[in-house]
């Protein structure tokens, strides 16, 4: 079992509409949960962050985390032309000690006007 | 403006050659990686380093050789020994720390492809 797992997508959204970017991961120990957006070509941008279970907002971004269920989630609403790119989820995972970031492999999001 | 640079953004290289990418940060961070991205694939670590002089293999070091002289360098270099080296290259910043690595800064990255 991967250790992050996310659906590679393509996942199509009609502009305007809510996205839904859904991330599992196998260790129980995981503390730190990210989403990064990568632009076709480009380099990752951390867009979210988050700790501890419920739901954390920023603008248009909300991060979800069930910490019991293993999993951690992206909405985008209102979703826009331009938020068309990769979504990679990175959760720390403890590996002989240390906490160690590890990347899905990304889902393709394309949102179509 | 603080950030990372990384040079050169696109590279060609003829098996058997060795190469060096660039990675620099004025962000004054202590921990600096790199990652290796191939096409459909998220990123796999390579080397990451928490302070000067320090430094640890990843998931895929085999075929790389870092370096860390400087908080600001964290320079890769491929050698002959990688036998895929066409990728794209991603070097970033940590504020936290490797050990508890938080949220990581990238550079613009470097293409590398093998003739």
């Known amino acids: 079992q991967k250790e992050v797992e996310q659906n590679s997508g393509p996942l199509s959204v009609p502009e305007g509409a809510i996205a839904s970017l859904n991330c599992t991961y196998s260790d129980r120990g995981s503390q730190s949960f990210f989403w990064y957006r990568q632009y076709s070509g480009k380099s990752p941008e951390l867009i979210m962050s988050?700790?501890?279970?419920g739901d954390k907002e920023d603008g248009r971004f909300t991060a979800q985390l069930n910490k019991a269920s293993q999993y951690v989630s992206l909405l985008i609403r209102d979703s826009q032309p331009s938020d068309s790119a990769t979504y990679l989820c990175a959760v720390t995972v403890l590996i002989q000690g240390a906490q160690k970031l590890v990347f899905g492999q990304g889902t393709r999001l394309t949102i179509n006007p | 403006d603080g950030g990372i640079t990384q040079s050169p953004k696109y590279l060609f290289r003829k098996e058997g050659q060795n190469v060096t990418l660039s990675c620099e940060q004025n962000?004054?961070?202590?921990?600096m990686y790199w990652y290796r991205q191939d096409p459909g694939q998220g990123l796999r670590l390579i080397y990451y380093s928490q302070i000067v002089n320090d430094f640890q293999k990843g998931d895929i070091a085999e075929g790389y050789s870092v370096s860390r002289e400087k908080k600001e360098s964290f320079p890769l270099t491929v050698t002959s020994a990688q036998k895929n080296p066409t990728a794209f290259y991603l070097c970033?910043?940590?504020?936290?720390?490797?050990?508890?690595?938080?949220?990581?800064?990238f550079g613009e990255g470097s293409r590398l492809t093998v003739l």
């Open positions: 988050i700790y501890s279970n």
């Open positions: 970033a910043s940590s504020k936290r720390g490797a050990v508890n690595p938080g949220e990581l800064f």
């Open positions: 962000l004054n961070h202590d921990a």
